[in-house]
């Protein structure tokens, strides 16, 4: 009998990133890379634990601007064609690491065999459908699927228009339910964003529980009596779970956690920028721009910098994994049985982590998480692994509280997402909601054409309240594409929105923005009526 459970969470997300209007977009690469780093190999190892009859429980977040980029045909195309160059470049490297560096060949082998068996898996196994191979562990009892906002949007700086709130959080549960054939249970808050009385909304929309930041517990109102080990009920009574700090720095951090170990991959040395461009020029951008192509032949090694890298050993890699996996149950075991001695139920650990540091981050990362679930299910006997709603199931009395307004992200009070950079977008942004109320209740909404512009105008609004636009201008990562894209999904708001209130709607124009973001084709109207 266990003394209590580790619930392990991953957040897969990723910003709606479709262009069909250029042949090789280079950001729709994120999602490329994230398939064959990330959402492929969780694949395996779900699917390796289960053909093997190991016992385990873990949660996921499918954002639904994810789970409609993963089930569009065209990006499925797109994806196999960089799928088939990086083989085609795998297979180069076997020839050249043969001839020139046949110290890198055992690598070149191991990326060869890794693009084939995920070109088998995507293409063979489930016919480019990702959606129906995450269904079917959901549907098994082992993989529970959390949803999101409906664009990720930052919900605490949509409080003061509540419709704005109801649609980011109505139109992801319609739209889970088109992917997964059920209503979700629990929602990952994008950016862990919280403030009191969001509860009310997922109360509406049938959701049971969410997730904040160990200070949106640990400063509720009032205080918990169990800390972050143990959910609350807030006065709707939706449950509020909280991540635990220990175990997050344990695998987040990469200066103390163990991603940061010299015998793990080092992820900034690639071959698309370590050799010649003639050799990697084909298959890296059209426009020339060195990008990653997945292909690393070096461990971290230590803090010299680049330059002063020794080659990756895999068997040591994955001996460092278990090990870590090893170290990793051992204080989640100390942890419990602590924790166990001053509660009257069993305590619950959350581990919620970005799902992209498993494999594209971390390269080994899932191997670590294949590890831990086989060496939990079979080397000790102090915990459990479970799931929030398994959780909710066993212990439905809980203290109520109101968690504090939080978010996850620097500071962890919502600056991340507004700031002195980013916060020219929310006058408009927030002008845009108050159009978006007035054109749900236009009094021709009910007439073919003007309700697909209507709609159409919903989706971009959504689009533009993305909070990954803010993100990337605060990391200065892809500022000028963020900036492009909040400005033409506003543009492309007022635009329909002025030929909504003139009578006079472009179908043309209209046939354009419908095939380009064509996200949430069932989005409901009714979303955006006032709150009531």
């Known amino acids: ?34 398939i064959t780093e990330t959402y492929i190999p969780l694949l395996h190892v779900y699917q390796g634990l289960v053909r093997d009859g190991v016992p385990f429980k873990i949660s996921m977040s499918i954002t639904p601007p994810l789970a409609n980029m993963l089930a569009d045909g065209l990006l499925q195309e797109r994806y196999l064609r960089h799928l088939n160059n990086l083989i085609e470049l795998s297979e180069k ?23 084939l068996e995920t070109r088998h898996t995507f293409a063979d196994k ?14 098994q009892g082992s993989l529970e699927i959390l949803t999101c906002a409906a664009t990720h949007g930052f919900l605490p700086m949509m409080q003061y228009h509540p419709e704005a709130v109801r649609a980011q959080i109505r139109t992801a549960v319609d739209d889970y339910s088109r992917h997964f054939g059920r209503r979700p249970k629990g929602i990952w808050l994008p950016e862990c964003g919280y403030y009191p009385g969001l509860d009310a909304f997922l109360a509406e929309a049938g959701l049971r529980y969410f997730i904040v930041d160990t200070h949106g517990l640990e400063y509720a109102e009032p205080r918990p009596v169990y800390g972050v080990f143990a959910p609350v009920f807030c006065p709707s009574g939706v449950a509020a779970f909280a991540r635990d ?21 080092e992820f900034y040395r690639d071959i698309g920028f370590d050799l ?43 001996e460092k994994a278990a090990m870590h996996a090893g170290n990793f149950m051992f204080n989640r075991e100390r942890q419990i049985e ?5 509660m009257d139920r069993k305590p619950i650990i959350l581990s919620p982590y970005d799902a992209e540091l498993f494999g594209h981050w971390w390269f080994e ?31 439905d009395e809980n203290q109520v509280a109101v968690p504090a307004a939080s978010s996850w992200g620097d500071k962890g009070y919502y600056e991340v997402w507004i700031n002195g950079a980013n916060d020219w977008m929310y006058p408009h942004l927030n002008h845009a909601v108050e159009r978006m109320r007035d054109l749900a209740l236009h009094p021709r909404r009910n007439e073919p054409l003007v309700a697909r512009a209507i709609r159409q105008a919903m989706r971009e609004l959504l689009l533009a309240q993305s909070s990954d636009w803010a993100f990337i201008i605060t990391t200065k990562t892809s500022v000028d594409y963020a900036i492009r894209r909040c400005d033409s999904h506003l543009e492309r708001f007022n635009e329909l929105c002025s030929q909504v209130q003139a009578g006079i709607i472009n179908e043309e124009y209209l046939k354009d923005l419908e095939a380009k973001d064509n996200v949430f084709p069932r989005i409901n109207l009714d979303h955006f009526a006032p709150w009531k």
């Open 1 to 34: 009998m266990s003394k209590g459970y580790l619930a392990l969470v991953l957040h897969a997300h990723l910003p709606f990133v479709r262009h069909p209007e250029h042949l090789d977009h280079l950001e729709e690469r994120w999602l490329f890379e994230a």
């Open 93 to 115: 490297e076997l020839d050249r690491t043969n001839r020139e560096e046949p110290h890198f060949r055992p690598l070149a082998e191991m990326y060869h065999q890794m693009f």
């Open 245 to 265: 700090k220990e175990s997050s720095k344990q695998v987040w951090s990469s200066e103390e956690g163990y991603p940061g170990d010299f015998d793990y991959r």
């Open 276 to 318: 010649p461009f003639e050799y990697i020029k084909k298959h890296i951008h059209p426009d020339g721009i060195r990008i990653n192509t997945g292909m690393k032949y070096f461990r971290i090694t230590g803090s010299q910098g680049l330059d002063h890298r020794d080659l990756y050993h895999r068997g040591r890699a994955m």
């Open 365 to 395: 990362g899932p191997d670590f998480l294949n590890f831990l679930i086989r060496k939990t299910a079979y080397d000790q006997s102090t915990y459990s692994l479970t799931t929030l709603k398994d959780y909710l199931e066993e212990y």
């Open 338 to 342: 602590w924790l166990s001695e001053g």
């Open 126 to 139: 489930f016919g480019c459908d990702l959606i129906k191979a995450f269904r079917q562990l959901l549907d």
